[in-house]
């Protein structure tokens, strides 16, 4: 049975140019990269020039990118790391985040909290995902250090308006940290355009490895280092370095700006042409997010009465990788958090559906995919009983 696959959001294939790119790190150049020998050198200036890659994407220094495991390990040390110093340099200890961010981010801002008495501000947001600049502004105050706010949301696809909520987090004297973990790939990653001194992207949201990531750190921002050890990547991030990933994650965010244009407008079709065919065919579903503020890639969806679990089973049986937006592998989920923090009820919220396109997505997919999910819901859709009326006289 073909398969048609639309959950890029939660990972991608590696494209075969990327896997030609690191193939010779496992085999030939093996070196460890603080190895004074060849293989070590030779290893050390494919992680160098990685790291130039990637700072051309980004519009930075080489010396800003942090090699690390991936977007939750670029998060924890972005937050953990930058909490800790400015605690430590006694600059404060008042974090602000929303309640949408990845657990990477709010679970990391919540344990700091928890255990090490750091002050926590979860800021509200608005039906699509918005967190309100003015909220901001006030909820910034003497002692805020760091603000950490997602360039866009992994479930709706909510794209934020970084560069304003960062230049309002300048104006306090607090850093500003984005997760664009589902950014990367898909919008640009200039960091002096978007204002921020601290951003987190992951390897395998954009065609290249698992396991791999990035944290920008802008020059002259202090951060603790979270892992101890080594004295690799300047001393922040202890362990030897992942040779072929790092290149693998380098060639991957290469590609994937060289050929932005192209792939963000064929996004945008096959993703239109789903959403148009779901509202139009679907009575009981509703787009979530925003209608244009959104991920090119991404389409995220309630189905009234329909449980996600159930409708992820069925999509499969035909060939649909799917996803909900929270967990669903039981058939009973949990009610999405995000949802629930845009004002959705409970029983709404354990009803999403994401789908998530990529480069080989084909219009004919689109259309299997929107016909197969017509049916599905047809089957799932509780048909009301009709009770006879008495004739009132
Ligand atoms: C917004 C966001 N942040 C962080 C992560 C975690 O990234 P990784 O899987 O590389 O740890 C994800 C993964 O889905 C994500 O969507």
């Not at 160098?48 to 051309?56: G, H, P």
């Not at 800790?84 to 344990?111: C, F, M, Y």
């Not at 794209?159 to 909520?165: K, R, T």
């Not at 919220?349 to 480069?359: D, E, P």
Request: proline fraction near 4%; include cysteine.
């Amino acid at each position: 049975m073909s398969t048609i696959y639309l959950d890029h959001s939660a990972t991608t294939p590696v494209d075969p140019r990327v896997l030609q790119a690191m193939i010779p790190y496992f085999t030939e150049i093996y070196g460890n990269a603080s190895s004074a020998h060849y293989f070590g050198r030779s290893a050390e200036n494919a992680i160098e020039e990685a790291r130039e890659t990637i700072a051309a994407v980004l519009k930075c220094k080489p010396k800003e990118i942090i090699f690390t495991s991936g977007g939750s390990e670029s998060d924890n040390l972005a937050i953990r790391g930058a909490a800790w110093s400015a605690r430590q340099q006694g600059k404060g200890t008042h974090l602000i985040t929303t309640p949408i961010e990845h657990g990477a981010v709010g679970k990391t801002i919540d344990q700091l909290a928890a255990l090490q008495g750091f002050e926590r501000t979860v800021l509200p947001v608005d039906q699509y995902g918005f967190v309100s600049l003015e909220d901001f502004r006030k909820a910034c105050k003497p002692g805020t250090t760091l603000a950490s706010i997602m360039y866009a949301n992994n479930e709706i696809g909510t794209i934020q308006p970084i560069s304003e909520l960062a230049a309002i987090a300048h104006e306090h004297g607090a850093l500003f940290h984005t997760d664009a973990v589902q950014a990367a790939g898909q919008l640009s990653l200039d960091v002096n355009e978007l204002n921020v001194d601290l951003l987190s992207i992951s390897g395998h949201k954009f065609y290249g490895p698992k396991g791999v990531g990035a944290l920008y750190i802008r020059d002259g921002v202090d951060i603790t280092p979270a892992q101890t050890g080594g004295s690799h990547e300047r001393g922040l991030r202890a362990g030897t370095q992942n040779t072929p990933l790092i290149v693998g994650l380098a060639e991957a965010l290469k590609l994937a700006y060289e050929e932005l244009e192209t792939r963000t407008a064929h996004y945008k079709k096959v993703r239109d042409q789903l959403i148009g065919g779901i509202i139009a065919n679907i009575p009981n579903a509703r787009l979530t997010g925003h209608g244009s503020k959104r991920l090119p890639a991404h389409a995220s969806f309630v189905f009234e009465n329909i449980q996600s679990g159930a409708l992820i089973h069925l999509l499969d049986d035909e060939g649909i990788a799917a996803s909900a937006a929270s967990a669903c592998k039981t058939g009973s989920p949990d009610p999405s958090s995000v949802l629930l923090a845009l004002g959705y009820s409970r029983e709404l919220a354990a009803c999403t559906l994401r789908l998530t396109v990529g480069t080989q997505t084909k219009r004919q997919d689109v259309e299997f995919t929107v016909k197969t999910l017509v049916s599905v819901v047809k089957g799932l859709t509780v048909q009301p009983t009709v009770v006879a009326q008495p004739v009132l006289a």
